[in-house]
C-alpha cells in the first residue's frame, strides 16, 4: 500500500541525505566487520526504495527486530558493546535504522546530526591530511543536505544547496580554531578511547629470533622523527637503543625479568649532541635515543642496560628533548657475579656453533684474533638478504651458520652473540633502529619501523661495553647508509620514486612527508605540552583553565562581531549610482518648485513639462537632463563627468 510523502521529505532531499551517509561511513566499511558494511548499505537501499516508491515506511517492530539483531551480532563479534569497535558499529548500525523511521523534519534533522557524529568517530581510527579533508567534505554535503530539507515547498540546485553551505562552513573556520586552539586539552590520547589504543604498536618486542626481525623491513610506518640542533652526527653513530635482550634458551633472545634502575657511572662521555624526538605511540615503555644519554626527559629513567624507560606506557604521540654522548666509556669494573648472566647459553643446542666458538677461543690469543675470525668468517660466505630461508627450530644457528648462511641483522647480532658466549666473552642483544631517512626539505630524520636492527654489546676487561654490529662485516652499507641502500628499493612506490631521473617524485614524497610532520606536530599531536609551548611563545608563561576560557570568550565575540557585521555589510541595501542621485535630487527641487514629475514620465517627456512650465531655467534643465541620459543609459560616465552633473543639479534654482 503506497501513502503520499510528506512535502517536507523530498525524495532529492532524502536521497541527498542517504548519500551523504554513504560518504561519511564509507571509510568505516575497511575497516568494520563485512556484516556492519552489508547491513548498512542493504538499510539505505531499502530506505532509497521507499523515497523513491513512495512506499510506506517499516512498521516499528521491524526496526525494533533489526535493533535488537544488530545488538546481538555486535555483542557476539566484540564481546562487549562498548569500546571503540564496538561503539562505531552501533552507532553506524542505529544510524542506519534511524533512517527507516524517518517520516518529519525533526528526525531528519537528528539523523542529520547523527552523520556529525560520524564524521567524528573516524578520527578515532586515523588523523592523516586525506582523511581531514574529506571529512571536512562529508561536513559540507551534511549541511548542504540540511539546507535543502529547510527550503521547503521549493527544489533548489547544486549550486543552491553547496553555496550556502561552504559559505556557513567558512564562516563556522574561524571559531573552530578557536576553540582547538584554546580548550583547554585533555591528558592522554585525544582521538582514541584508553582501552582501544592498540593500533599505534611498535614493530619491536622483547624477545628476537631469527626472521622475526625481517618481517619489519616491509613496513612503511613511522617509528619515531628527529630533529638535530646543529649538524646531524655521521650516519654509522646513528643506533636508537631499544629493548636489550640477555636470556637466551636456543633459538629466541628475550630480556631479562628485571634490569635495576641505577645511575650508571662512566669513564668517559664525549661529543655531545641535542636532538628533539617525535615518537609515535607504541603501548610500551621504551624511548629511543642514542648512546648514551646526558640529560633524561622528565617522568624518564635509564636502567642499568642504558635502556631509556617512560613510567607510563606510550599511548600518545610524545615529544621530548635528549641529548646524548657518543663517544663513552663505562661498565669496565663490572664484577664476574653481574656478567654471570651473559655468558648463559643451552649447551645442548648448536652444538656445532658452540663448539667452532671455542676452537677460535683456543686458537686466538686474544678478544680482537677472535673478533677478527668471526668477521672473516661472516665477510667470506654469508650474504645479508630480505628473505632469509627457514631454519631449524631447535638449532637455527647451527642452520644458518653451516647450512644456509643469508640472514638479515638477527640472524647475526643472535648467532655473535652465542658465538661470543661461548668463547667466553660475556655478550648482549641490543635491538632498536639504526639510521633513518633524512628530509631534505626540514632536514627532519624519520626513522620507519623498516629501519628496525640488532646489534651487540661485548664486555671487555679494562674496555667495559662495547658496541659490535656483525650486519657490518655483510653489509656494510646496511651500517653507513640503511637498509634501501643496503637491498634497494623495498616496494612498488619507492622503486617508482628511485625510478624518477628528474626525482619530481622524490621531491613530492619530501613535501609530503614534511607537510606531514608540521600536521603530527601541531594537529593531531597538539596536547597540554604542545599548547602551553605555543602560548609561552606568545608571551604567557604560564596558563590555566580561567586564561584559557577567558581568551576563548573573547574570540568567540571577536569572530562573531566579525560575522555580524559581514552580514550586515553583506545584507546593506546598494548603493545607488551617482547619476540617479543627482537626478532624484533635480527631480525634488522641481517638485519643490511646482513642478513634479509622474511615477511613469521618462526623463526627456519631464524635460519638455519643464520647458512649458519653465522657460527660464529651460536651458539649464535640458543640459542636466542630457548628462543624466548619457550618463544612466548612454554606456556610462567618468568620475569628472558626474561630478559635473552633480555640481550642476547643485547651483539648479528654478525659476
Same mark, same amino acid.
Given at each position: 500500500?503506497?501513502?503520499?510523502?510528506?512535502?517536507?521529505?523530498?525524495?532529492?532531499?532524502?536521497?541527498?541525505?542517504?548519500?551523504?551517509?554513504?560518504?561519511?561511513?564509507?571509510?568505516?566499511?575497511?575497516?568494520?566487520?563485512?556484516?556492519?558494511?552489508?547491513?548498512?548499505?542493504?538499510?539505505?537501499?531499502?530506505?532509497?526504495?521507499?523515497?523513491?516508491?513512495?512506499?510506506?515506511?517499516?512498521?516499528?517492530?521491524?526496526?525494533?527486530?533489526?535493533?535488537?539483531?544488530?545488538?546481538?551480532?555486535?555483542?557476539?563479534?566484540?564481546? $562487549?558493546?562498548?569500546?571503540?569497535?564496538?561503539?562505531?558499529?552501533?552507532?553506524?548500525?542505529?544510524?542506519?535504522?534511524?533512517?527507516?523511521?524517518?517520516?518529519?523534519?525533526?528526525?531528519?534533522?537528528?539523523?542529520?546530526?547523527?552523520?556529525?557524529?560520524?564524521?567524528?568517530?573516524?578520527?578515532?581510527?586515523?588523523?592523516?591530511?586525506?582523511?581531514?579533508?574529506?571529512?571536512?567534505?562529508?561536513?559540507?554535503?551534511?549541511?548542504?543536505?540540511?539546507?535543502?530539507?529547510?527550503?521547503?515547498?521549493?527544489?533548489?540546485?547544486?549550486?543552491?544547496?553547496?553555496?550556502?553551505?561552504?559559505?556557513?562552513?567558512?564562516?563556522?573556520?574561524?571559531?573552530?580554531?578557536?576553540?582547538?586552539?584554546?580548550?583547554?586539552?585533555?591528558?592522554?590520547?585525544?582521538?582514541? !578511547?584508553?582501552?582501544?589504543?592498540?593500533?599505534?604498536?611498535?614493530?619491536?618486542?622483547?624477545?628476537?629470533?631469527?626472521?622475526?626481525?625481517?618481517?619489519?623491513? @616491509?613496513?612503511?610506518?613511522?617509528?619515531?622523527?628527529?630533529?638535530?640542533?646543529? =649538524?646531524?652526527?655521521?650516519?654509522?653513530?646513528?643506533?636508537?637503543?631499544?629493548?636489550?635482550?640477555?636470556?637466551?634458551?636456543?633459538?629466541?633472545?628475550?630480556?631479562?625479568?628485571?634490569?635495576?634502575?641505577?645511575?650508571?657511572?662512566?669513564? @668517559?662521555?664525549?661529543?655531545?649532541?641535542?636532538?628533539?624526538?617525535?615518537?609515535?605511540?607504541?603501548?610500551?615503555?621504551?624511548?629511543?635515543?642514542?648512546?648514551?644519554?646526558?640529560?633524561?626527559?622528565?617522568?624518564?629513567?635509564?636502567?642499568?642496560?642504558?635502556?631509556?624507560?617512560?613510567?607510563?606506557?606510550?599511548?600518545?604521540?610524545?615529544?621530548?628533548?635528549?641529548?646524548?654522548? !657518543?663517544?663513552?666509556?663505562?661498565?669496565?669494573?663490572?664484577?664476574?657475579?653481574?656478567?654471570?648472566?651473559?655468558?648463559?647459553?643451552? #649447551?645442548?643446542?648448536?652444538?656445532?656453533?658452540? +663448539?667452532?666458538?671455542?676452537?677460535?677461543?683456543? #686458537?686466538?690469543?686474544?678478544?680482537?684474533?677472535?673478533?677478527?675470525?668471526?668477521?672473516?668468517?661472516?665477510?667470506?660466505?654469508?650474504?645479508?638478504?630480505?628473505?632469509?630461508?627457514?631454519? =631449524?627450530?631447535?638449532?637455527?644457528?647451527?642452520?644458518?651458520?653451516?647450512?644456509?648462511?643469508?640472514?638479515?641483522?638477527?640472524?647475526?647480532?643472535?648467532?655473535?652473540?652465542?658465538?661470543?658466549?661461548?668463547?667466553?666473552?660475556?655478550?648482549?642483544?641490543?635491538?632498536?633502529?639504526?639510521?633513518?631517512?633524512?628530509?631534505?626539505?626540514?632536514?627532519?630524520?624519520?626513522? $620507519?619501523?623498516?629501519?628496525?636492527?640488532?646489534?651487540?654489546?661485548?664486555?671487555?676487561?679494562? =674496555?667495559?661495553?662495547?658496541?659490535?654490529?656483525?650486519?657490518?662485516?655483510?653489509?656494510?652499507?646496511?651500517?653507513?647508509?640503511?637498509?634501501?641502500?643496503?637491498?634497494?628499493?623495498?616496494?612498488?612506490?619507492?622503486?617508482?620514486?628511485?625510478?624518477?631521473?628528474?626525482?619530481?617524485?622524490? &621531491?613530492?614524497?619530501?613535501?609530503?612527508?614534511?607537510?606531514?610532520?608540521?600536521?603530527?606536530?601541531?594537529?593531531?599531536?597538539?596536547?597540554?605540552?604542545?599548547?602551553?609551548?605555543?602560548?609561552?611563545?606568545?608571551?604567557?608563561?604560564?596558563?590555566?583553565?580561567?586564561? !584559557?576560557?577567558?581568551?576563548?570568550?573573547?574570540?568567540?565575540?571577536?569572530?562573531? &562581531?566579525?560575522?555580524?557585521?559581514?552580514?550586515?555589510?553583506?545584507?546593506?541595501?546598494?548603493?545607488?549610482?551617482?547619476?540617479?542621485? +543627482?537626478?532624484?535630487?533635480?527631480?525634488?527641487?522641481?517638485?519643490?518648485?511646482?513642478?513634479?514629475?509622474?511615477?511613469?514620465?521618462?526623463?526627456?517627456?519631464?524635460?519638455?513639462?519643464?520647458?512649458?512650465?519653465?522657460?527660464?531655467?529651460? =536651458?539649464? +534643465? +535640458?543640459?542636466?537632463?542630457?548628462?543624466?541620459?548619457?550618463?544612466?543609459?548612454?554606456?556610462?560616465?567618468?568620475?569628472?563627468?558626474?561630478? #559635473?552633473?552633480?555640481?550642476?543639479?547643485?547651483?539648479?534654482?528654478?525659476?
Amino acid at each position: 500500500m503506497k501513502a503520499a510523502p510528506s512535502p517536507h521529505l523530498d525524495i532529492r532531499n532524502v536521497l541527498w541525505l542517504l548519500a551523504a551517509m554513504v560518504f561519511v561511513v564509507a571509510p568505516h566499511l575497511l575497516r568494520m566487520p563485512y556484516w556492519v558494511g552489508t547491513f548498512f548499505l542493504i538499510v539505505v537501499a531499502w530506505r532509497a526504495w521507499i523515497a523513491w516508491t513512495a512506499m510506506r515506511l517499516p512498521s516499528p517492530w521491524v526496526t525494533r527486530g533489526l535493533t535488537v539483531a544488530a545488538l546481538l551480532a555486535t555483542w557476539l563479534q566484540y564481546g $562487549r558493546i562498548f569500546g571503540r569497535e564496538p561503539g562505531v558499529t552501533l552507532l553506524i548500525v542505529m544510524a542506519a535504522l534511524k533512517l527507516l523511521e524517518m517520516r518529519n523534519q525533526r528526525e531528519v534533522t537528528l539523523s542529520i546530526y547523527l552523520g556529525f557524529f560520524l564524521v567524528l568517530t573516524n578520527f578515532l581510527f586515523s588523523q592523516t591530511i586525506p582523511l581531514g579533508l574529506y571529512m571536512l567534505v562529508c561536513v559540507w554535503i551534511f549541511i548542504a543536505t540540511l539546507v535543502g530539507f529547510n527550503r521547503i515547498g521549493s527544489r533548489p540546485t547544486l549550486a543552491e544547496r553547496l553555496r550556502p553551505a561552504g559559505a556557513l562552513l567558512v564562516q563556522a573556520l574561524p571559531l573552530m580554531v578557536a576553540f582547538f586552539i584554546l580548550f583547554p586539552r585533555a591528558q592522554g590520547p585525544l582521538w582514541a !578511547l584508553p582501552q582501544d589504543t592498540r593500533s599505534g604498536t611498535s614493530g619491536l618486542s622483547e624477545t628476537m629470533s631469527p626472521g622475526n626481525i625481517s618481517n619489519l623491513i @616491509k613496513a612503511d610506518a613511522v617509528a619515531f622523527r628527529v630533529q638535530f640542533d646543529g =649538524d646531524r652526527p655521521p650516519y654509522s653513530t646513528l643506533y636508537w637503543r631499544g629493548p636489550v635482550l640477555v636470556d637466551f634458551d636456543g633459538t629466541t633472545w628475550s630480556a631479562a625479568r628485571s634490569a635495576p634502575e641505577t645511575v650508571v657511572s662512566f669513564a @668517559k662521555r664525549q661529543r655531545r649532541v641535542s636532538y628533539t624526538v617525535t615518537l609515535e605511540p607504541h603501548q610500551k615503555t621504551w624511548l629511543f635515543a642514542l648512546d648514551v644519554p646526558a640529560v633524561l626527559p622528565i617522568g624518564s629513567y635509564m636502567l642499568s642496560d642504558l635502556q631509556l624507560r617512560d613510567r607510563m606506557p606510550i599511548v600518545e604521540r610524545k615529544r621530548y628533548e635528549m641529548s646524548s654522548y !657518543l663517544d663513552y666509556k663505562y661498565g669496565e669494573d663490572a664484577s664476574q657475579a653481574t656478567l654471570r648472566p651473559f655468558l648463559r647459553f643451552p #649447551e645442548d643446542r648448536n652444538p656445532r656453533t658452540i +663448539a667452532l666458538a671455542r676452537q677460535w677461543a683456543r #686458537e686466538s690469543p686474544d678478544t680482537p684474533a677472535i673478533l677478527a675470525k668471526v668477521f672473516q668468517f661472516y665477510n667470506r660466505e654469508f650474504s645479508y638478504t630480505l628473505e632469509p630461508p627457514e631454519l =631449524d627450530p631447535r638449532n637455527p644457528f647451527d642452520d644458518f651458520l653451516f647450512v644456509s648462511k643469508q640472514g638479515f641483522c638477527e640472524h647475526y647480532a643472535g648467532s655473535f652473540a652465542l658465538i661470543m658466549r661461548a668463547a667466553g666473552i660475556p655478550a648482549r642483544v641490543v635491538t632498536g633502529y639504526q639510521g633513518g631517512e633524512v628530509n631534505p626539505l626540514n632536514d627532519e630524520l624519520i626513522i $620507519r619501523q623498516a629501519d628496525a636492527h640488532a646489534w651487540v654489546e661485548i664486555w671487555l676487561p679494562g =674496555d667495559g661495553w662495547l658496541r659490535v654490529d656483525p650486519t657490518g662485516a655483510v653489509s656494510p652499507l646496511r651500517v653507513q647508509s640503511g637498509v634501501n641502500a643496503a637491498l634497494g628499493p623495498i616496494g612498488v612506490l619507492p622503486s617508482i620514486i628511485a625510478a624518477d631521473p628528474l626525482g619530481v617524485l622524490s &621531491g613530492i614524497r619530501n613535501a609530503w612527508r614534511a607537510m606531514n610532520s608540521q600536521w603530527d606536530q601541531w594537529v593531531v599531536g597538539y596536547n597540554t605540552d604542545k599548547q602551553r609551548q605555543f602560548f609561552q611563545s606568545l608571551g604567557f608563561p604560564a596558563i590555566d583553565w580561567r586564561t !584559557l576560557g577567558f581568551w576563548l570568550m573573547i574570540s568567540i565575540f571577536v569572530v562573531g &562581531g566579525a560575522i555580524s557585521i559581514g552580514l550586515l555589510v553583506r545584507d546593506r541595501p546598494p548603493r545607488r549610482e551617482a547619476s540617479l542621485v +543627482a537626478w532624484n535630487r533635480f527631480c525634488a527641487k522641481l517638485a519643490a518648485a511646482g513642478v513634479a514629475r509622474a511615477p511613469h514620465e521618462g526623463p526627456l517627456d519631464f524635460l519638455r513639462r519643464v520647458q512649458s512650465a519653465r522657460p527660464r531655467c529651460a =536651458d539649464v +534643465a +535640458a543640459d542636466i537632463t542630457r548628462r543624466y541620459v548619457e550618463a544612466r543609459y548612454g554606456g556610462g560616465a567618468t568620475r569628472d563627468q558626474l561630478r #559635473e552633473l552633480a555640481r550642476r543639479v547643485r547651483d539648479f534654482r528654478p525659476a
